[in-house]
């Protein structure tokens, strides 16, 4: 049984992910960026939550917003400065928020100067940092491997002669992990953003860290949906390598004379829970792993609700879980699960069962308002894999709107400036400004959620229950102690009785003891389990 003093203070933490671009802009140039970050974190510490993890801010030509970085010690000139992101940690500590931040270890971008000079010539200096193979006979790729964002994994360079490896962008090269030089050098990366105040690191798709050596092919996917060429193949030797493991081991290791550093795994695919569960087992890896269980989901269900929280136990050499329903890269989850005019509902009904699954709820910007997926036009779009599978596109940009604070200034008070992306339609409506006056609003309802939250030990860090998991109702208990909390949720659209046996916490869109309209839910206290 869980402690709740004993506990490190990551463990059932709220991260709250701010994407810079679209969060506050102070300049006036239509871009986010950190000193316009520093000024709004009031409004993540009154929202209540823990820490907040920063998306990519670091020097890049921006050919995937960020994610290719070019210089992974310097902040984009876009985005401030290194005095800025001091000023930026400094503020957030003030006011009780750690930091997190991204790091990019399974690709750098090919401007970055560690690419440059391998590809310079064979025999460089870092000739081996990066991931060559020489052309097939016939002077095709050495395998069939496929890009994520579409076509072959594979790019010719004729300076050496050689194709390059990237899984995703061709402006993405692939970092050689299996080199200890490029691990002593991300090494060096992770202790000089820890010097300068971070508290812990989101590895992005590490997963995609490490390849097969021998180059072998990958196998034909079993059919189904396929809106690109890597959908056509299992990843079985570009992805979810078993060095990995001793990968994550050694990372942890460097960390342990740096204190209490929060280490969160980003593990895409069809294999991210076995992934996610190997790369926080035992208490030698990461502390805790997300995957996209819930970010695609067309649909929201009792059943989907009920294998997430199967697959993580309370139980030896289980790691603890991260959970994510909307980010930077999949559409709001709001639009994927209700109809318009049931979305205001299912915002506090997503929020409620976010908020109370056992493991570290991660609120993506605007989620605390409800806010839409924006529809962006073709012309307007940034995100090169949006452009590339037009119209059959992930909606990227429709999740990186700039964050509407003000909703009656120019821009919902973003920027001054023409925003770098639209502002999402009716999405100036929801505004920070307007939800906050009013007690019936989204960001009210999570505010008083959280407030539960954080009260009670029992949804922070207690054991989690599945009770009942049918087409439409879902029922689970979180208990530490001997206080048990009942968490109800209708998903379905029509009305459903339930026993209640305690007084009700929090209810949510009509919810009341015994009976739970349509897309309602609440939280009850018992004093022993069912």
């Not at 400065?81 to 400094?90: C, E, W």
């Not at 095709?140 to 010719?156: H, K, L």
């Not at 770098?420 to 100036?428: K, T």
């Not at 960001?443 to 922070?460: G, N, P, Q, T, Y």
């Amino acid at each position: 049984m869980a402690d709740a003093d004993a506990e490190p203070w990551w463990k059932g933490a709220i991260l709250y992910q701010i994407y810079p671009a679209s969060f506050a802009d102070s300049n006036g140039d239509g871009i986010g960026d950190l000193p316009g970050i520093t000024a709004r974190l009031d409004h993540v510490a009154s929202l209540g939550a823990d820490a907040i993890w920063l998306s990519p801010f670091f020097t890049s030509p921006m050919k995937d917003m960020g994610y290719d970085v070019a210089d992974y010690c310097d902040v984009d000139p876009s985005f401030g400065s290194l005095a800025d992101f001091d000023r930026l940690v400094a503020r957030a500590h003030d006011l009780g928020l750690r930091v997190i931040i991204d790091q990019v270890y399974a690709h750098s971008s090919s401007a970055h100067p560690w690419f440059v000079d391998s590809r310079s010539q064979p025999d460089s200096a870092r000739a081996d940092w990066y991931v060559w193979a020489d052309p097939k006979p016939d002077g095709t790729p050495p395998n069939n491997w496929q890009s994520v964002f579409g076509g072959p994994a594979w790019t010719w360079d004729g300076r050496r002669r050689q194709y390059y490896l990237h899984n995703f962008l061709p402006d993405q090269p692939q970092l050689n992990l299996h080199n200890p030089a490029v691990e002593a050098a991300l090494h060096d990366v992770a202790r000089f953003w820890l010097a300068r105040g971070v508290d812990g690191f989101r590895l992005d798709a590490i997963n995609y860290g490490l390849h097969d050596r021998a180059l072998r092919d990958n196998p034909p996917a079993p059919p189904g949906l396929r809106t690109r060429p890597a959908n056509y193949q299992l990843p079985r030797h570009n992805r979810s390598h078993p060095a990995m493991l001793a990968f994550l081991a050694r990372f942890r290791r460097m960390l342990v004379p740096c204190g209490d550093i929060f280490t969160l795994a980003e593990v895409p695919g069809a294999d991210g829970v076995a992934d996610g569960r190997a790369y926080t087992a035992d208490d030698r890896h990461l502390h805790s792993a997300y995957s996209f269980d819930f970010l695609y989901a067309p649909a929201l269900s009792p059943r989907r609700v009920a294998r997430a929280i199967a697959a993580w136990p309370d139980a030896p050499g289980v790691g603890w879980p991260s959970w994510a329903f909307s980010n930077h890269d999949a559409p709001r989850a709001v639009s994927r699960w209700a109809p318009p005019d049931r979305r205001d509902a299912m915002a506090r009904l997503s929020l409620l069962l976010l908020l109370t699954l056992r493991g570290n709820p991660i609120l993506y910007q605007g989620e605390e308002l409800g806010l839409p997926q924006a529809e962006i036009p073709f012309e307007r779009l940034r995100d090169p894999e949006a452009i590339a599978n037009w119209p059959l596109t992930l909606g990227r940009d429709g999740a990186r709107t700039p964050m509407p604070w003000l909703a009656d200034a120019p821009s919902a008070g973003f920027t001054v400036g023409e925003p770098w992306l639209p502002l999402g339609g009716g999405h100036a409506a929801l505004a920070v400004d307007r939800q906050e006056a009013d007690p019936g609003s989204v960001l009210s309802f999570a505010k008083a959620l959280i407030v539960l939250r954080r009260r009670e030990a029992a949804l922070r860090i207690g054991d989690i229950t599945l009770i009942e998991a049918g087409p439409a109702l879902l029922r689970f208990t979180r208990a530490l102690g001997g206080h048990v909390l009942d968490i109800a949720l209708n998903l379905g659209g029509e009305a459903a009785t339930i026993p209640v046996s305690g007084p009700v916490m929090l209810a949510v869109n009509g919810a009341e003891p015994g009976r739970l309209p349509p897309l309602s839910g609440l939280i009850a206290r018992r004093q022993s389990p069912p």
